[in-house]
């Protein structure tokens, strides 16, 4: 049997709404995957994280804005250190508009309101487990 | 409660009804949903189809009462609104102070008012604030003046309150944990005014304990709590008109927790707090008076109301059987509702003012002393002016065209209603029972107990919403296919330019040693602080003289949170 998805889940430690990532987490678990939950106050934290528990997949929840700022840096940091193959994924409170913007610079998708933790876990499954079997 | 006749009678009509109703039951067999057969409210209380009078029987009048006589259930005063509504507390903040204060002027001139006229503001800071950060920091990029007002410094404090009385208005400074550093810039900002701290109205969130179940970094528990005794210690003896703590049940609520949880994890905290309030010397009829509660107004139109006269009732027993309390205003659970937000959705936001002018009905038939309603756009962005408006004309619908306001406690005596009362409080009060087993509300959080039981509670909300056993309109049930909402909040981009402009000039333009000195002074008062058994608190406000005399010396918050931290310790809640 393959080795289970990494995934990082991060928030920014300013906002409170972590409810809805939370559940995303325990959902993920359930689904097998391994999750690591984490706090941050700097992108770059999230960076260090992500190459030292080796994730194959990031994803921020963002309820209280500012989140243009942290997934550009978010970017940038994981370029530097060799991780472009990391599947970046969003969600929370996130304005349309930023969505195309956050899309276009790399971001696999956005779960805003309406979509379910499943949606998210489908998106992994077809992005990394595929990819690894050798059928993406 | 009634005469044998009546409760005969009573139970023979129940019976024929019960009859009726399950042959209506069986006819449509499969097609009775589940609540046809076994009702429970959304805590999952259980309840019955119809109520009689047999079935609030077994209840003391006693516990019920009357307006404004102990236990309280039907409310603090004899007089509910009929003299004096309810005051409209919409929440304000975004931007510069200045962006803020335009909003508060706006909303005072749509006639948002307190009591007997009195203004009150209702003033929520910054997610950079929120942190104890300045806006300088790397992390404050994308932050400043979002969900929040760019509000750092006692130079802030003028540009946002420039020209009003502040002897003559009453503001709740709506922080997270940076409570201390705020309050201490408010008073020194008033001082400058000619405003002393024993003439100021308002209140401090002092909320600590809100860790236990709100996802954002954190002092640890045990120093929160002495945080919390630190200033009400200092309030009881300072600033006697100042509201010293806000009893965080909305975030148990938007956390995902229940009604049941709601109340009962704030009468855990409190018998905790007061514990502590006495431990620093001071009696409970000095620490209670000044207490408040943010409580939710959720969905479930009848256990919504209930939970508030429950909460009444338990809290005034509690406090005067534990704790001895004689003051009636010791007993009062004085409630701040908020609308709630998590019971918002982003499809169909127009159909958030149904769900919000429920949410403030309730709450004023269950006789709340002050209302945030929740703009219908706040699962999109920060309420646009025109959201914030009808917000507030909902509150205005029912306090001017309704006549509910005539009467006090008007669903008293719903057999209904009183009979769930009842059953909700003995569910919090067994609740309580059960974190009092572990130790109290600090050793619940500090195992990670109440955090899984709320996580427990929205999972299940989530099931239920994603199975359909729970409907939201416009998410699981009568969806649409949409257009993009146009109307969409910003907060202006050069806020952050000019905030962190603003900074530095404060910083080249203060007595640098004057701020030096006083930085010196808190951190030492903070260290010492930290060290201190609560016990050896009880001479009180050391730490909280320290941060005013920082604050005069035009001290920021992302200093003085600098020095709390790093003294007090500081991370995310759930490490704790």
Request: charged share 20%; hydrophobic share 40%.
């Amino acid at each position: 049997m393959a080795d289970p998805v990494r995934v990082l889940l991060a928030k920014p430690t300013h906002d409170c709404h972590d409810r809805g990532v939370r559940y995303v987490a325990k959902k993920m678990r359930d689904a097998g995957f391994e999750v690591i939950f984490t706090n941050f106050l700097l992108p770059s934290e999230i960076v260090n994280t992500a190459v030292e528990e080796d994730v194959q997949v990031v994803g921020v929840s963002s309820s209280s804005g500012g989140h243009l700022p942290v997934f550009e840096d978010l970017i940038a940091g994981l370029r530097e250190n060799g991780l472009d193959d990391v599947v970046l994924i969003g969600g929370g409170v996130i304005p349309r508009d930023d969505v195309e913007t956050l899309k276009a610079s790399g971001v696999a998708a956005i779960f805003g309101p309406g979509t379910t933790a499943e949606d998210a876990i489908a998106l992994i499954r077809e992005r990394v487990e595929d990819t690894a079997a050798g059928v993406g | 409660m009634f005469n044998d006749r009546t409760l005969a009678i009573s139970k023979a009509m129940a019976e024929a009804r019960e009859v009726d109703y399950q042959r209506i039951v069986e006819k449509f067999g499969n097609q009775a949903p589940a609540q046809a057969r076994d009702p429970v409210t959304h805590s999952g209380l259980p309840i019955k189809t119809a109520y009689f009078p047999h079935d609030i029987e077994h209840i003391d009048y006693d516990t019920i009462g009357a307006p404004g006589q102990y236990p309280f259930t039907r409310g603090n005063l004899a007089a509910q609104y009929q003299l004096m509504n309810w005051a409209n507390q919409p929440v304000i903040g975004y931007g510069l102070p200045e962006d803020t204060r335009a909003r508060m002027d706006l909303l005072a001139e749509q006639g948002m008012v307190g009591y007997f006229g009195q203004r009150f503001y209702n003033l929520v800071y910054d997610l950079v604030s929120h942190e104890g950060l300045d806006p300088d920091h790397p992390a404050a990029r994308g932050r400043i003046g979002q969900c929040g007002m760019a509000v750092y410094s006692k130079a802030d404090m003028a540009r946002l309150f420039n020209g009003m009385d502040l002897a003559k208005m009453n503001v709740v400074h709506i922080t997270y944990y940076q409570v201390i550093p705020a309050l201490a810039q408010y008073i020194a900002y008033a001082e400058d005014q000619g405003v002393g701290p024993g003439d100021l109205r308002g209140n401090s969130m002092n909320w600590y304990h809100q860790s236990a179940y709100v996802g954002m970094s954190a002092f640890p528990p045990d120093q929160g709590l002495k945080l919390a005794a630190e200033l009400i210690n200092f309030c009881s003896r300072n600033m006697p008109r100042w509201n010293t703590t806000n009893f965080f049940g909305y975030g148990v609520e938007e956390a995902g927790g229940s009604a049941i949880q709601e109340i009962g994890l704030m009468l855990a905290f409190g018998v905790e707090l007061v514990r502590a309030c006495e431990a620093m010397g001071l009696s409970a009829d000095q620490a209670l008076p000044r207490f408040g509660f943010q409580i939710a107004q959720a969905n479930d139109f009848f256990e919504e109301v209930c939970k508030i006269r429950a909460l009444r009732r338990i809290w005034a027993t509690t406090m005067a059987e534990k704790f001895g309390a004689k003051d009636p205003r010791s007993m009062h659970v004085r409630i701040h509702t908020h609308t709630s937000g998590a019971c918002l959705t982003a499809q169909q936001p127009l159909v958030n003012l149904i769900r919000t002018t429920l949410h403030a009905f309730g709450a004023a038939l269950s006789g709340t002393q002050a209302m945030e309603v929740s703009a219908y756009d706040e699962a999109l962005s920060i309420p646009t002016e025109e959201a914030a408006t009808l917000a507030l004309r909902v509150q205005q619908v029912i306090q001017e065209e309704t006549n509910i306001t005539a009467v006090s406690d008007p669903l008293a005596g719903s057999y209904y209603v009183e009979a769930l009362t009842d059953q909700m409080c003995n569910a919090a009060l067994e609740f309580v029972e059960r974190i009092e087993k572990q130790g109290g509300y600090i050793a619940a959080q500090r195992s990670g107990w109440i955090r899984r039981e709320i996580e427990g509670s929205a999972e299940r909300w989530r099931e239920m919403v994603n199975a359909g056993q729970r409907k939201v309109v416009g998410l699981n049930c009568y969806e649409t296919d949409e257009t993009p909402q146009e109307n969409i909040f910003k907060v202006d981009d050069e806020v952050e330019r000019v905030a962190v402009e603003r900074l530095t000039a404060l910083r080249k333009a203060r007595d640098a040693g004057a701020h030096r000195k006083a930085m010196a002074s808190f951190s030492k008062a903070a260290s010492d602080f930290a060290s201190s058994k609560i016990e050896n608190l009880a001479g009180g406000g050391m730490l909280i003289d320290a941060a005013i005399a920082a604050a005069r010396a035009n001290a920021t918050t992302g200093e003085m949170m600098g020095a709390m931290k790093d003294t007090l310790g500081w991370a995310a809640p759930h490490e704790y």
